[in-house]
């Protein structure tokens, strides 16, 4: 059932659970949030959405309890409450999932759920009783793991459900939900969805952020949208896209993938379309066998195929991270030695991982210190850095690439997602990078700041660079790349022209089921700088890392 199915929460069905009036809140140099007035019904999901940067977390982690505004209030029920911590939360009966997850690793399932709540017999914690416990809620979110498992083993999706699980055994009648779809396969959207709208028919009030436009109808009831730390309007699901967009970001954005194409002569090689990149026969045992292609000055090529086709493995063998068994890597003809980072960089090849924050970033240190991560060797002599000429390059870069912040020694855990990608991105720049690979490089950021990462791509094959893209998302792939290599079992399976292939050419040869020499399929994908229509989780999303093992 759509948004525009049910009726509009209100009246005495629908009570008011939350509301906020006036939230102000500030950081050195930054107003994050600027008299934002927000209110959540019982049994409704209300969807908070904005740009990165636009002030969601802000607001989620004072309704949470985290973060104390500097004016304006929070109503629990018509009642002002203020909110120091984790414990007024819980009494208040507000659960909160964020992002980053809030569990402990070496911890079981079950004392995860309730830590610091452990039922007791005698003065002893009760295990038995907590376990049984844990296995019914487990069991309604419908998580068939023993409750005696250690988190750390689990995968992404299988610790978002024991999160709901923790907040069900809160009793909590405010769910707010930060980015839960992110890491997601569609079978596990559409599982934790159910689960949301059971919540909802309970009574339960959501507020839900996501960056995926198409879960807003399917599974909202109202949209608040944030812009620059303000409330710019409040909307109904079923809004169309482009006046969502046009509320998040200010303006209409006529294509979604802007990519631009053209012959370039390559500052790298002095050659049009010159070879950078040439991979031969790579293989490594149970992982990816025989792969080959090349990337050439100027270029964008996708690399497309569902989880465990082998796409990060060989991205990460091509830049050394990991070793593989035989073939061979060369740039501009030069080979490469194999599991030789330092190699890999110095021939100009850089990596922008699939998770920026484990692997690439240091999220405790400063903007400058993260840009000048890749050029800090070159900037040392005799044992000291030239920090003045480092600072002066990272302020460079990070006004090039337009990085919003207080401060070029602002701590990069303290920036928006789409902020903290061109970090990592702007790193490689400094470091004069002449192929660039891009592993996921728009997941977990909103639509205008996709949009700026790939403008910058066009910048950077239009100065005769190359670029070798991974995505799960394939409007995506078809929308910004020249050509897309498709894999499936540690192996290419086929390669397309981009601006003729279809979402169903890719997901046959992903599968394995498409015929060597057959046509392509009837024309259903989206065609360069269109906006793709339907759900992304199916069947144009591919499934996405975060999900193996569940």
Do not use: C
């Amino acid at each position: 059932m759509t948004s525009h199915d049910r009726p509009p929460p209100g009246g005495d069905r629908h009570p008011e659970l939350l509301r906020t009036e006036g939230i102000r809140k500030t950081f050195p140099g930054v107003v994050a949030l600027d008299g934002v007035d927000f209110d959540l019904r019982a049994g409704e999901v209300h969807v908070l959405l904005g740009e990165n940067g636009a002030g969601k977390s802000t607001l989620i982690k004072i309704l949470s309890g985290m973060y104390q505004p500097d004016a304006g209030r929070v109503l629990r029920e018509g009642a002002p409450v203020r909110v120091h911590g984790a414990e007024d939360a819980e009494r208040l009966g507000i659960a909160t999932i964020h992002q980053e997850f809030n569990l402990v690793p070496h911890l079981t399932v079950a004392e995860n759920i309730y830590l610091g709540r452990q039922p007791r017999r005698f003065g002893l914690i009760d295990r038995k009783r907590m376990e049984a416990d844990a296995a019914e809620l487990l069991r309604r979110v419908g998580v068939n793991v023993p409750p005696g498992t250690p988190v750390r083993e689990l995968g992404i999706a299988r610790r978002q459900m024991v999160e709901i699980a923790k907040a069900l055994s809160l009793r909590a009648r405010v769910l707010i939900m930060d980015e839960p779809t992110a890491a997601l396969t569609a079978d596990e959207v559409e599982r934790l969805f159910e689960i949301v709208r059971g919540l909802r028919a309970d009574g339960v009030g959501v507020v839900f952020i996501t960056h995926h436009l198409e879960e807003i109808a399917a599974l909202g009831d109202r949209v608040t949208v944030l812009r620059d730390g303000r409330s710019v309007g409040q909307v109904a699901a079923d809004t169309p896209r482009d006046d969502l967009v046009r509320l998040m970001v200010g303006r209409s954005i006529e294509q979604q993938y802007p990519r631009v194409t053209g012959t370039v002569t390559s500052a790298a090689t002095g050659a049009q379309g010159a070879p950078l990149l040439r991979v031969s026969g790579l293989s490594r045992a149970g992982t990816f066998d025989g792969v080959g292609f090349e990337v050439r000055a100027g270029e964008v090529v996708g690399l497309a195929g569902l989880v465990g086709s082998g796409r990060t493995e060989v991205a990460r063998a091509v830049f050394g991270a990991d070793g593989y068994d035989s073939g061979t890597v060369e740039v501009l003809g030069r080979k490469l030695p194999r599991g030789d980072v330092s190699a890999a960089m110095a021939a100009g090849i850089g990596l922008v991982p699939e998770d920026r924050k484990g692997q690439g970033l240091l999220l405790d240190a400063s903007v400058q210190e993260n840009l000048g991560l890749v050029t800090l060797r070159g900037a040392t002599r005799g044992g000291l850095v030239d920090v003045s000429g480092q600072r002066r390059a990272a302020t460079g870069i990070a006004e090039r690439l337009g990085v919003r912040m207080a401060s070029i020694d602002q701590h990069v855990r303290t920036l928006s997602g789409g902020n903290q990608q061109k970090v990592v991105i702007g790193k490689w720049l400094l470091g004069r990078s002449k192929l660039l690979i891009l592993d996921e490089p728009t997941r977990g950021i909103d639509v205008g700041a996709k949009v700026e990462i790939y403008e910058l791509v066009n910048e950077l094959t239009a100065s005769g660079h190359a670029v070798l893209m991974i995505s799960s998302d394939l409007p995506e792939v078809l929308g910004m790349s020249d050509r897309v290599l498709v894999m499936s079992q540690g192996r290419i399976a086929g390669e397309l022209t981009a601006d003729r292939a279809t979402q169903d050419d890719v997901m046959r040869l992903a599968v394995g089921t498409a015929t060597p020499g057959a046509p392509p399929g009837q024309r259903h994908g989206p065609r360069r700088g269109a906006s793709a229509p339907g759900n992304p989780h199916a069947p144009g999303k591919t499934e996405r890392k975060g999900s193996r093992g569940h």
